[in-house]
DNA sequence: GTGTGTTTTTAATTATTTTTACTAAATTCT
DNA sequence: AGAATTTAGTAAAAATAATTAAAAACACAC
């Protein structure tokens, strides 16, 4: 039985949502407002949660980014408003789907459903490719079952890599993915992060393919 | 000390996971293919179940559904697909977890222990690592049998990470999910905490592992 | 309120990572 | 083939981060 969140200052709504949730076989909780919902969420495995934007005290969007620092539970963002751009900031803050009022509370528990679905099944624990097996969530990198050491930087390269195979990136492309856009360097930078993660990935260094004139890109099976 | 039964036939493996289950603090019984595990699960008080799915004779899928007959034990199944469906039908029969070789042992041993946790009717009256061992109820902590003397903060940070071994936190995360996402102060809080703690630990302050840059581990084999 | 122990902040030291600058090698183009 | 351009390798410089230790702020019991 999943536990559901639901933030939502509006009495009415709230019994609505709780209602179909129910329907659909999950627990509710409710939280009037955002202090609310951040305590629930620090005490108690929520499995996702329902945020309503409009709130006093500390509206959605800041609930959101701060339930990112202490959860990655699917959230699914509720508003009056069909703006574009509150819906960009919704997902830049770490919403996984969004809703526009009035809506069809059939299909909120769909969309509730098929997160919840495509979360449980526990997200990539591993990546690999060829003898590289990376560990996200311990931030650790095997090679050939033994284990290797990578700075920050050439781990997020790899694992931007591995995340991104068979797609070729420029230096300027990898900078702003990697670096960020505010990066004001060199773009030899990259050359030589490049060239210590091969190093360090021996034989298997090969997977790193220079474009000439074009950039870098991964390749799985090489 | 939890008992724990591995379902696998490559010798190799076997020992790779005993290896760490051992050191977890945990017994270990081994079967070597379905049935021998469905006799040992019978016959013997079970806590949790790692469970390969290809096997000889009766595979992993059908192990699951069977066991669940006779216990609601937590189940870890491995596996070398990575297969979407797979994970599904591992799900479907009542598994609890999924593993996809090649894996890292230390993150089943994390996820082990997360197991035993959610599971045990009397949640782990004892925590260990290595020479580290707490007793959550009264607080207490022991280092190779000695007891040595905490700070709440250092108590709440050591415990943090023993229930959260081998992921990394960066400091905000640890200062969000210990101190609380309202605390303001500034993050080298947490460095000078992480510093008495491990001066605390002597040889044992080993076990947490600074990530340039990420933040900080907790690594039981180490 | 004073005193003790804990927690947080600050600042200096130390260690590590990242960047730059330079040279060598490779590749492309004419 | 030879010049020009691009990338790779090296090492040193610069920037950044982590660890200390010590002082300041805070909390709590007496």
Known sequence: MPNILIVE?????QDIIIEY????GHTCFTA???????????????DLMILDIMMPHLDGFSVCKMAREISNLPIIMLTAKSDEEDKLKGYKYG???????PFSPKILLAKTNALL???SANPADTLSAGKITIFPIAH????????????????ELLFFFMTNPEQIFS?????????????EGNTR??????KTLRQKLGSEGKHIVTLIRSGYKFEVAK
């Open 9 to 13: 200052d509006e009495k009415n709504m």
């Open 21 to 24: 949730m129910k329907r659909g």
């Open 32 to 46: 009037d407002d955002g202090i609310d919902a951040l305590m629930i969420l620090k005490n108690n495995p929520m």
């Open 95 to 101: 919403a996984d789907d969004y809703m526009t009022k």
């Open 117 to 119: 679905r495509r979360f």
């Open 140 to 155: 650790t990198v095997f090679l050939d079952g033994q284990e290797i050491t990578l700075t920050h930087k050439e781990y």
């Open 171 to 183: 230096r300027e492309q990898l900078l702003n993915r990697i670096w960020g856009y505010d990066f």
């Open 189 to 194: 930078t990259v050359d030589t992060h490049i």
